[in-house]
């Protein structure tokens, strides 16, 4: 009755794991930010539907926010609203790139550990998902040789990400320049996962943006403006690819959200700063859940320099048995096999959380630590 296509895909299992949490819980586990939108934007959508934003809108999105999202970006290279689709978060984006440019066998090349999306929208478009490694010696940044030694004849695509999901690890500007050589040098297209642009620490943004013609560059409203639930995202790329990719939205999804694009238009312009404001937030909940971590034996953090995640490597036997143990006593968790074979002995948490539960996180998890390593 089903397909091979669906048959080949699994959901992810990290879901029983949560089930194991009893009562009240400390949510680590999540990977979305704990803040709502800015209140101007939380305003606009019951105004948009007063308004009468209640229809189909344009397949590609409101053209007033198409170029307000190409004029955020014009530090980066000359875009308009022509480069710029307007998808059902980057989720969706991702999907219809997936489906416009990969093929039956074609190779495409993905981070691991790396989200969890990757590997099946690379199935779903039959391609042949290829794990590249990245590791926490050299700050989850690829290397030009674990990349250059996956790429055959039949590879199409690389995907990156930078601030990285579940790493933390942010591109330095002589990674990107390899990759985009990489990519020129073999003709490849390059897609780039940019949803947390704005969450970087100690330095500007670092983007593969305006650096390459093929280049399709996704992001989102969903970390930056805290809407992950409302589901509006966008792609920047050539005008050729937007059309292309724009023939797959449209017949998945037929147009974004009327209201929450039109709620995006007031959050470009009147609520620009709010990342800023949670970056700070999430900044010192970094440094203290940092701190907290390297004091546990056994534990091995690295200072995360971008999105709100920490992957630490954790030196016991069985990382999922801490894992489970740590949710039983009320923590949520992800076990770093979640996101890919290379990562079993990491776990992640995120410290998209109050102090005082990253606190509180803490404290149990070195209890469960210190169990298992005596
Ligand atoms: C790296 C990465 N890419 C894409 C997404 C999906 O974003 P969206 O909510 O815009 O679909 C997430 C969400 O967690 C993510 O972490």
């Known amino acids: 009755m089903f397909s091979e296509r669906v048959k080949n895909i699994e959901l992810s299992g990290i879901r029983k794991i949560f089930d194991l949490a009893q ?3 400390i949510n680590l586990g999540l990977g979305e930010p704990d803040f709502h939108p800015p209140e101007v934007v939380k305003r606009a959508i019951y105004e948009a539907v007063e308004k009468g934003y209640n229809k189909y809108g344009p397949s590609k999105g409101f053209p007033e926010l198409r170029s307000l999202i190409a004029e955020k970006y014009s530090n980066y290279g000359d875009f308009t609203a022509d480069n710029v689709l307007v998808t059902v978060g980057a ?6 790139t997936m489906l416009s440019v990969v093929g039956p066998g074609d190779e495409v090349l993905y981070p691991d550990p790396g989200f969890v999306l990757y590997k099946p929208h690379i199935r ?28 055959t004849s039949r590879t199409k695509a690389i995907i990156v990400n930078s601030p990285g999901n ?23 297209v390059l897609i780039s996962d940019e949803v947390y642009f704005n969450l970087v620490y100690d330095s500007e ?23 992950t639930g409302w589901r509006l995202g966008y792609i920047i790329t050539s005008k050729e690819m937007v059309e292309q990719i724009g023939k797959m939205h449209y017949y998945t999804v037929a147009c974004p959200q009327s209201p929450m694009e039109y709620a995006a ?6 609520a620009g700063d709010y990342v800023y404001e949670m970056r700070e937030h999430f900044r010192k909940r970094r440094d203290l859940m940092y701190s907290l971590l390297k004091d546990i034996p056994g534990v091995e953090p690295n200072l995360p320099r971008g999105a709100f995640y920490m992957f630490p490597r954790v030196d016991v036997d069985n990382v999922v048995d801490v894992v489970k143990e740590t949710v039983k006593r009320g923590v949520l968790c992800t076990p770093g096999e979640a996101f890919g074979e290379n990562a079993k002995s990491h776990i992640r948490f995120s410290y998209a959380a ?7 996180g803490m404290e149990v998890f070195r209890e469960v630590v210190e169990e298992f390593l005596n």
């Open 23 to 25: 009562g009240e819980v």
């Open 91 to 96: 989720t969706e984006g991702f999907m219809a």
């Open 124 to 151: 779903i478009a039959e391609g042949k998902p290829v794990a590249y490694p990245v590791y926490q010696e050299n700050d989850f940044m690829p290397t030009q040789e674990d990349l250059e030694s996956r790429i």
């Open 166 to 188: 579940p790493t933390g690890g942010v591109f330095d500007d002589a990674t990107i320049r390899m990759i985009v050589d990489l990519a020129e040098d073999y003709n490849l």
């Open 205 to 227: 943004p670092k983007t593969f943006l305006g650096k390459y013609d093929k280049l399709i560059f996704i992001n989102s409203f969903s970390k930056e403006f805290a809407m």
């Open 265 to 270: 238009i007031v959050a470009l312009k009147e």
């Open 354 to 360: 109050s102090e005082e539960h990253i606190r509180r």
